[in-house]
């Protein structure tokens, strides 16, 4: 069961301790950054970033000199406008609120098409992936990073321990990516330490990836301090796989 987008839109509208309680979204915004700046872009770079957030890709690829005439998107218009703020009033850089699943952006063709952490929020990201490939000009590439099925495990484990059914959002496998034309899938695992579960959720939160899948029951008080217990009693570490996904559309041959 996916979570409903308006859902999504007020959590992420909310997240105002975003940046303080993100440290695994800007370690995979650099990767995902120096991946890009290591392909062979045009110098006039037409670059399109869906799901900004508060900025950490936008910024990193500006400190990887990945710049051009960029369209900078987001679901929510809050979000958008902290990236906005803090990337500075630099030109190259417009602004504008898109639902990068269901909208369609303006100034296309792009040369670049870009997502950090944003694509597990779709109801259908394989299908938006290949609606978005569209959008490439010519030797465009597409390179995002979303969130694969072991993002959480510890989280979950605690609560199949008690034999407890989690509210997390059932996030697709590699696998299902791989089915796109020409698609390369890597995946990685990040390792986020917390002080114990409730400093845990404390993050999740701040960062507006607390709502639950739309089937789940809320866990009674007394549950939920016994799966917290049990996420402490194994180390208050979770994981966060991250499936970066790259297509890229052929050039055009001249005879």
């Given at each position: 069961?996916?979570?409903?987008?308006?859902?999504?839109?007020?959590?992420?509208?909310?997240?105002?301790?975003?940046?303080?309680?993100?440290?695994?979204?800007?370690?995979?915004?650099?990767?995902?950054?120096?991946?890009?700046?290591?392909?062979?872009?045009?110098?006039?770079?037409?670059?399109?970033?869906?799901?900004?957030?508060?900025?950490f890709?936008?910024?990193?690829?500006?400190?990887?000199?990945?710049?051009?005439?960029?369209?900078?998107?987001?679901?929510?218009?809050?979000?958008?406008?902290?990236?906005?703020?803090?990337?500075?009033?630099?030109?190259?850089?417009?602004?504008?609120p898109?639902?990068?699943?269901?909208?369609?952006?303006?100034?296309?063709?792009?040369?670049?098409?870009?997502?950090?952490?944003?694509?597990?929020?779709?109801?259908?990201?394989?299908?938006?992936?290949?609606?978005?490939?569209?959008?490439?000009?010519?030797?465009?590439?597409?390179?995002?990073?979303?969130?694969?099925?072991?993002?959480?495990?510890?989280?979950?484990?605690?609560?199949?321990?008690?034999?407890?059914?989690?509210?997390?959002?059932?996030?697709?496998p590699?696998?299902?990516?791989?089915?796109?034309?020409?698609?390369?899938?890597?995946?990685?695992?990040?390792?986020?330490?917390?002080?114990?579960?409730?400093?845990?959720?404390?993050?999740?939160?701040?960062?507006?990836?607390?709502?639950?899948?739309?089937?789940?029951?809320?866990?009674?008080?007394?549950?939920?301090?016994?799966?917290?217990?049990?996420?402490?009693?194994?180390?208050?570490t979770?994981?966060y796989?991250?499936?970066?996904?790259?297509?890229?559309?052929?050039?055009?041959?001249?005879?």
């Open positions: 069961m996916r979570v409903p987008r308006d859902q999504i839109a007020r959590a992420f509208s909310g997240a105002h301790g975003y940046e303080a309680h993100a440290p695994i979204q800007r370690e995979v915004a650099r990767a995902l950054a120096t991946r890009i700046a290591a392909l062979d872009l045009p110098c006039d770079l037409r670059g399109l970033e869906i799901g900004c957030g508060t900025g890709l936008t910024r990193e690829l500006q400190a990887a000199h990945v710049t051009g005439d960029w369209l900078v998107t987001d679901l929510s218009p809050d979000m958008l406008a902290r990236c906005r703020a803090a990337l500075g009033e630099r030109s190259g850089h417009r602004f504008a898109l639902d990068g699943e269901t909208g369609t952006p303006e100034g296309g063709p792009f040369d670049l098409l870009c997502s950090s952490l944003a694509l597990q929020w779709f109801t259908d990201a394989p299908a938006a992936l290949a609606r978005m490939a569209g959008w490439l000009a010519p030797g465009g590439h597409l390179v995002v990073t979303t969130l694969g099925p072991a993002t959480f495990a510890e989280w979950r484990a605690a609560h199949e321990a008690l034999g407890l059914t989690p509210g997390t959002p059932a996030f697709l590699p696998e299902a990516y791989t089915q796109l034309p020409g698609a390369d899938v890597t995946v990685t695992h990040h390792v986020q330490r917390s002080a114990d579960a409730r400093a845990f959720l404390r993050s999740v939160k701040a960062i507006g990836a607390g709502t639950a899948h739309a089937a789940h029951t809320p866990l009674t008080p007394t549950q939920l301090r016994e799966v917290m217990a049990q996420f402490d009693i194994n180390g208050s979770a994981t796989e991250v499936v970066t996904i790259h297509l890229t559309r052929p050039s055009i041959r001249t005879r």
